[in-house]
Antibody, heavy 122, light 110 residues
Framework: DVQLEESGGGLVQPGGSLRLSCAAS????????MSWVRQAPGKGLEWVAN????????YYVDSLKGRFSISRDNAKNSLYLQMNSLRAEDTAVYYC???????????????WGQGTLVTVSS | QSALTQPRSVSGSPGHSVTISCTGT?????????VSWYQQHPGKAPKLMIY???KRPSGVPDRFSGSKSGNTASLTISGLQTDDEADYYC??????????FGGGTKLTVL
């Protein structure tokens, strides 16, 4: 079975940094694009970033460019999200998800982890 | 990268049908046949219900169907069941390797 398990969330002060991890199992991790999606408390889903199978291409929502960085380690079947200069509005549950692609672009997210909560507060 | 527009809530009775709309622009919904729909129960992860506008993943009942006309996509749920009560989100490819979600619709099964 495909499994995605996020970790690394917690309470962080404004301006701080946090690194989220996502451990993947049950599929050939290196064969799939991966994504991060977040959901602020009581709010909707927001796509954050995508990363290509080999990590050579990375794409971000415009509002987060420069502060967040997606990466992966295919040898460890792991996906990461480095979050810097955190703000209160970054408070959210962060989900990792497996991307389905067509014509080389991610168009759907077919498996999701249970999410990890990041709280930015002093 | 503006969020797609969905009604905040819809409701229907068991056995009946409901349709949830998702309106975007020619840069996302109208520009590509890459609209998907996700179901999210409280406290749970989203689940893919429809992809590429009309396709259902394995295991999703055929009571769920998708369509698109112009810049608006729609999810129709027929034969409503109490377990269908959840939040539903549309999502579209928006060019340049980006995705955009709708604001979400809360479905209440009365």
């Amino acid at each position: 079975d495909v499994q995605l398990e996020e970790s690394g969330g917690g309470l962080v002060q404004p301006g701080g940094s946090l690194r989220l991890s996502c451990a993947a199992s049950g599929f050939i991790f290196s064969s799939y694009w991966m994504s991060w999606v977040r959901q602020a408390p009581g709010k909707g889903l927001e796509w954050v970033a995508n990363i290509k199978r080999d990590g050579s291409e990375k794409y971000y929502v415009d509002s987060l460019k420069g502060r967040f960085s997606i990466s992966r380690d295919n040898a460890k079947n792991s996906l990461y999200l480095q979050m810097n200069s955190l703000r209160a509005e970054d408070t959210a549950v962060y989900y990792c998800a497996r991307g389905l692609t067509t014509f080389g672009v991610v168009i759907d997210l077919d498996y999701w982890g249970q999410g990890t909560l990041v709280t930015v507060s002093s | 990268q503006s969020a797609l527009t969905q009604p905040r809530s819809v409701s229907g009775s068991p056995g009946h049908s409901v349709t949830i709309s998702c309106t975007g622009t020619s840069s996302d919904v109208g520009g590509y046949n890459f609209v998907s729909w996700y179901q999210q129960h409280p406290g749970k992860a989203p689940k893919l219900m429809i992809y590429e506008v009309t396709k259902r993943p394995s295991g999703v009942p055929d009571r769920f169907s998708g369509s698109k006309s112009g810049n608006t996509a729609s999810l129709t749920i027929s034969g409503l069941q109490t377990d269908d009560e959840a939040d539903y989100y549309c999502c579209s490819y928006a060019g340049s390797q980006t995705l955009v979600f709708g604001g979400g619709t809360k479905l209440t099964v009365l």
